[in-house]
C-alpha cells in the first residue's frame, strides 16, 4: 500500500515537472522566433544603410511603421535588444530549475 501511494507521488511530481518544461519550452520558443524575426528586420536594414548615411548621420527610415531614427539612436537601441537576449536564455533555466523543485 506504500510503496502504491510513493509511486503514484512520484508520477504526480514527474508529471508536474514535464508541465512545467513544456510551458518554459512554449516561452522561450515565442521568444526565440519574435529575435529572429527582429533580427532578420535589422539585418535588412544594417544592409540597406549606406556609408554616406553614416557620415552625414542621416536618420534612417524604418519600413513597415514607417518612423525615422536617428542613425546614432538605431544602432544603440539594436545593440540593447540583441545584448538583451542572451539573457532569455538564463531565464528559461531559472524558469526550468524553479519548477523542478517543486
Given at each position: 500500500?506504500?510503496?502504491k501511494?510513493?509511486?503514484?507521488?512520484?508520477?504526480?511530481?514527474?508529471?508536474?515537472?514535464?508541465?512545467?518544461?513544456?510551458?518554459a519550452?512554449?516561452?522561450?520558443?515565442?521568444?526565440?522566433?519574435?529575435?529572429?524575426?527582429?533580427?532578420?528586420?535589422?539585418?535588412?536594414?544594417?544592409?540597406?544603410?549606406?556609408?554616406?548615411?553614416?557620415?552625414?548621420?542621416?536618420?534612417?527610415?524604418?519600413?513597415?511603421?514607417?518612423?525615422?531614427?536617428?542613425?546614432?539612436?538605431?544602432?544603440?537601441?539594436?545593440?540593447?535588444?540583441?545584448?538583451?537576449?542572451?539573457?532569455?536564455?538564463?531565464k528559461?533555466?531559472?524558469?526550468?530549475?524553479?519548477?523542478?523543485?517543486?
Open positions: 500500500m506504500a510503496e501511494k510513493a509511486e503514484e507521488e512520484v508520477q504526480l511530481r514527474l508529471e508536474r515537472l514535464l508541465e512545467s518544461v513544456n510551458e519550452t512554449r516561452t522561450t520558443r515565442t521568444h526565440f522566433l519574435i529575435l529572429m524575426l527582429a533580427g532578420l528586420y535589422f539585418a535588412i536594414l544594417i544592409g540597406a544603410t549606406t556609408d554616406e548615411q553614416f557620415l552625414r548621420e542621416i536618420d534612417i527610415v524604418l519600413p513597415l511603421v514607417n518612423i525615422g531614427l536617428p542613425i546614432v539612436t538605431f544602432y544603440a537601441i539594436t545593440s540593447m535588444c540583441f545584448c538583451s537576449s542572451t539573457s532569455c536564455r538564463g528559461f533555466i531559472a524558469f526550468v530549475r524553479r519548477h523542478e523543485m517543486k
